[in-house]
Every structure is written in C-alpha cells, then in structure tokens.
Nanobody, 125 residues
C-alpha cells in the first residue's frame, strides 16, 4: 500500500521555478517506479516525467525536457519535480503516481497503481 500527497504548487509568472514534492507513505517505497503526470480541464492526463525505483533512470516528455528534473529521496519517501523556466502551457494539476516494479510503458497512466490528489500549478504570462 502506498499513499501519495503532492505539495508545492502555486501561482507563478512565466520564467519562474517551482519544486513539487510528493510524500509517500509505505514501507516499500524504494521498490516503486514514480512518475509525474499533469492534467488540464477537458484534456487527458499526460505524462511528464518518471524515475525508476533504482533512481538511476529518468525519462521526460518532450515538452518539459531540459526544463524539468525528477528526483527521489528514498530515505525521506519523497519524490520531487523541479520545474524551471515555466511557461503558461505548463499550467495544470500535477499528479504524483506510483507503480510496483518495472514497466516498459512508464508513460501510460494505466500502468500506475497509486495516485495523489494533485497540486495546482498556474503560470501567468
């Protein structure tokens, strides 16, 4: 069992930075692949970034590559999403997600077992 709670969202201006946090409860946190997704009203939830349980492999959506960085601290049961050079099109509710073990389809929401409640990120121009 894993429970996820996101925090760190807010209202910022274009070009600013934010760091989102995802606090996880669960004694097997380090064995989970952790991902970040985002969703705007009326649109499908989309993949943003993922980090493998080992912490050694990360993957990013093309839209955020070079601007966002995902990391994890297994000792703190926390996953982070550092977001730099934010753009208005980054505005969305950001969700932390987890799935057990390995999946080759890490970008697919259907692969994930647990989801947080989301945190709102709004970027003004």
């Amino acid at each position: 069992q894993v429970q996820l709670v996101e925090s760190g969202g807010g209202l910022v201006q274009a070009g600013d930075s934010l760091r989102l946090s995802c606090a996880a409860s669960g004694r097997t946190f380090s064995s989970y692949t952790m991902g970040w997704f985002r969703q705007t009203p009326g649109l499908e939830r989309e993949f943003v970034a993922v980090i493998r349980w080992s912490g050694g492999s990360t993957y990013y959506a093309d839209s955020v590559k070079g601007r966002f960085t995902i990391s994890r601290d297994n000792a703190k049961n926390t996953v982070y999403l550092q977001m730099n050079s934010l753009k208005p099109e980054d505005t969305a509710v950001y969700y932390c997600a987890a799935h057990r073990g390995y999946s080759g389809r890490y970008y697919d929401t259907r692969e994930y077992d647990y989801w947080g409640q989301g945190t709102q990120v709004t970027v003004s121009s």
